[in-house]
T-cell receptor, first 110, second 113 residues
């Protein structure tokens, strides 16, 4: 099976940079995804890493280290609208569906 | 463009009553389809996934079942709801070749009373 750990809550101020970490344990890891979910809404896909390194998509970047079983989501130039929950999700080579972490609630303060 | 429809948006059902939630995808063929459940303030728990018509994989033993009668239709059912079935039910799809970029439906908030 798989398990993913994330901090439950992170607080940052508008305009700052915040990093949300995710560690995973899996028997056949294939890749790590990140999703954003606003209160009452559905999750939306942000980014994906299958290889080590940094993937950049606008203000959001995601990093993966397969040797450390670790990844993070980096949000730059924080805006109030970034207040949401962020989930990492692991894809393994055997199971054809994602396993999600418990989520990190990001609060952006003015 | 591809769209996913999920209904109803909210549902209040008594304990012991049946359940049927429907999800349909438009604008794509042969999608992978998924049902997840989310308890308040928690992560997403995979319930079922399907890679084709009639092909259902169950992840958690429970009183729920799923069916895929058509390529782009995924149905979640229960014969008798329990209080513990309350939650936010999310349907999602992904292209067959890309199994990580899920598109989720708007969800069904189920309250069992």
């Amino acid at each position: 099976g798989q398990s993913l750990e994330q901090p439950s809550e992170v607080t940052a101020v508008e305009g700052a940079i915040v990093q949300i970490n995710c560690t995973y344990q899996t028997s056949g890891f294939y890749g790590l995804s990140w999703y954003q979910q606003h209160d009452g809404g559905a999750p939306t896909f942000l980014s994906y890493n299958a290889l080590d390194g940094l993937e950049e998509t606008g203000r959001f970047s995601s990093f993966l280290s397969r040797s450390d079983s670790y990844g993070y989501l980096l949000l730059q130039e924080l805006q109030m609208k970034d207040s949401a929950s962020y989930f990492c999700a692991a894809q393994d080579t055997g199971r054809r569906a994602l396993t999600f972490g418990s989520g990190t609630r990001l609060q952006v303060q003015p | 463009s591809q769209t996913i429809h999920q209904w109803p948006a909210t549902l209040v059902q008594p304990v012991g009553s049946p359940l049927s939630l429907e999800c349909t995808v438009e604008g794509t063929s042969n999608p992978n389809l998924y049902w997840y459940r989310q308890a308040a303030g928690r992560g997403l728990q995979l319930l079922f996934y399907s890679v084709g018509i009639g092909q259902i994989s169950s992840e958690v033993p429970q009183n729920l079942s799923a069916s895929r009668p058509q390529d782009r239709q995924f149905i979640l059912s229960s014969k008798k709801l329990l209080l513990s079935d309350s939650g936010f039910y999310l349907c999602a799809w992904s292209p067959r070749a890309l199994q990580y970029g899920y598109t989720f439906g708007s969800g069904t908030r189920l309250t069992v009373v």
